[in-house]
């Protein structure tokens, strides 16, 4: 295979009570909120400056939650390859999001059986996120069961 460029991308999951927030640059298919990190800038500073400017949401509080190697893809030209270096990060921010930036104009919610259409990547970030936010919730159950064990079950 040629060379393959390698993409330093900064995405964020933010999770509301209406499902976790999209965005599309005015096709039919979303994506998370996110974009390419700048020279000198890490990938989770970039996840944190795309989603305001995609969405004019101000983040407070985030965790990278895990690290997301893309499928190699051919670029647009058709004359290359590339291959997208995902950090993912939780986060927390306050405001109504917005489409805002160049790259977004609409802005959606993912919630299981919800019928909007998202790309292969951003599904198998959102499948990663479920699976680790579950992995979280029993490891903080069962780490509230050995305290109460450890208190005598009072």
């Not at 999209?22 to 944190?48: H, M, Q």
């Not at 989603?51 to 407070?60: A, I, K, M, S, V």
């Not at 058709?78 to 160049?102: K, M, N, S």
């Amino acid at each position: 295979m040629p060379n393959v460029i390698s993409r330093r991308r900064g995405t964020a999951i933010v999770e509301t009570e209406k499902g976790i927030l999209l965005t599309s640059g005015g096709g039919t298919v979303f994506i998370l909120p996110g974009g390419g990190a700048e020279r000198d800038e890490s990938r989770f500073v970039a996840a944190l400056r795309e989603l305001t400017e995609e969405t004019r949401l101000r983040p407070y509080a985030a965790e990278i939650i895990f690290k997301h190697l893309g499928k190699v893809r051919r670029t647009f030209s058709g004359h290359g390859y590339f291959q997208d270096h995902h950090t993912v990060c939780l986060v927390r921010a306050t405001g109504t999001p917005r489409p805002g930036g160049g790259d977004a104009k609409h802005i959606a919610y993912f919630y299981p059986g919800c019928n909007v259409r998202i790309s292969t990547t951003t599904k198998e970030i959102i499948d990663r996120y479920y699976d680790w936010k579950m992995k979280r919730q029993a490891s903080k159950e069962s780490k509230i069961k050995d305290e109460d064990d450890d208190n005598g079950g009072e």
